[in-house]
């Protein structure tokens, strides 16, 4: 995959995310060096939207130039690379005939020449991806139910997004680990953050702004220091809490109160839900904010 200096800028340009150039621009060099990349980080700082418009950008601004899958806890092989249809051990030799077997997400890219997203792969249980090794490490697919072997095409793109240590989640083999490169995708500064709910709600009260900047950056340090939280907000948190406040003070509730109640919800989200000391941490620091304002 040739990726010419001017493709450098046009993706990053026209990305929806800001403050993730760095991480663009290492995802877009081992791409074009033909290696897979996993986005890793907390949720909701970007990763997904960060690779599907990679992907659609390679593919001629086209979404339906590759595939994607999100990976689930009971995910297996027949999802990932395919099996024989339950149906083909039905009694009606007509139907059994007609679904033999089928090709699983990797099987079907692999075969229309089309790019992947492997979306929360860590959701998934190793086992499900046994397949890729091979794929990942000799460019071949075997499809033992079909026995025939796929090539990878020239120049096939993979990348995947994952949450390590998120509960919920599955650890990564070694083996599997190794054939990805892991590139990380964290919070943003609060100057970025400024930029971006400054487009997104541009009559939000800058008293506001800078309170709902200040939860945030608090509850990362928060989670940084001890991990007594289990992540902290997300730019997607951060959002959410600006367009609610700007709503919410246009029907004429004030400032202070409308940040509080955001911050409760969002507070929610990322504190411990079964933990009170989790919730009551967030929860004191939102006070705490919003009576300095
Ligand atoms: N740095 C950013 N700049 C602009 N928008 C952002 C940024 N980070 C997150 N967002 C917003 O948050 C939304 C959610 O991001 P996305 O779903 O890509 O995150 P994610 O890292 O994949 O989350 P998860 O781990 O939960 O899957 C985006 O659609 C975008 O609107
Ligand atoms: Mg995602």
């Known amino acids: 995959m040739k990726l010419t200096t001017e493709d ?19 995802i877009l060099r081992y791409v074009e060096l033909g290696y897979p990349v996993m986005l890793y980080g907390p949720p909701g700082n ?3 939207t960060i690779a599907e418009h990679i992907l659609s950008y390679i593919g001629g601004e086209d979404e339906s130039s590759f595939l994607k899958i999100e990976a689930t806890e009971g995910m297996s092989e027949y999802q990932v690379i395919g099996g024989f249809h339950p149906l083909a051990m039905s009694g009606n030799a007509e139907l059994a005939q007609k679904f033999m077997y089928k090709d699983g997400i990797v099987a079907r890219a692999i075969e229309s020449g ?54 919920g989640t599955f650890k990564l083999s070694n083996a ?71 709503l919410a003070m246009s029907q004429g509730f004030d400032g202070k ?18 933990d009170p000391h989790s919730i009551q941490l967030v929860q004191e620091l939102a006070l705490k904010i919003a009576e300095d304002m």
């Open 257 to 274: 109160s409308v940040f509080v109640d955001a911050a409760f919800h969002q507070g929610t989200i990322i504190a411990d839900e079964t």
């Open 46 to 48: 970007g990763k997904t």
């Open 114 to 167: 089309k790019n992947l997203l492997i979306d929360e792969f860590t959701r998934a249980p190793s086992s499900a991806y046994s397949g890729l090794f091979l794929l990942l490490s000799r460019d071949t697919l075997p499809l033992e139910y079909k026995e025939t072997v796929l090539k990878k095409p020239e120049g096939w793109v993979l990348i995947s997004t994952a949450n390590f240590g998120d509960e």
């Open 176 to 246: 599997l680990k190794r054939r990805f490169v892991p590139i990380n995708v964290g919070y943003v500064s609060s100057a970025t953050e400024k930029t971006v709910i400054s487009n997104i709600t541009p009559d939000l009260d800058p008293e506001v702004e800078n309170a709902i900047i200040l939860f945030a950056s608090e509850t990362r340090t928060l989670w940084r220091k001890d991990r007594s939280i289990p992540q902290g907000l997300s730019t997607d948190g951060v959002i959410k809490m600006a367009r609610y406040c700007e």
């Open 8 to 26: 450098y800028i046009r993706i990053l340009e026209t990305c929806e995310i800001k403050g993730h150039d760095e991480a663009i621009l290492r």
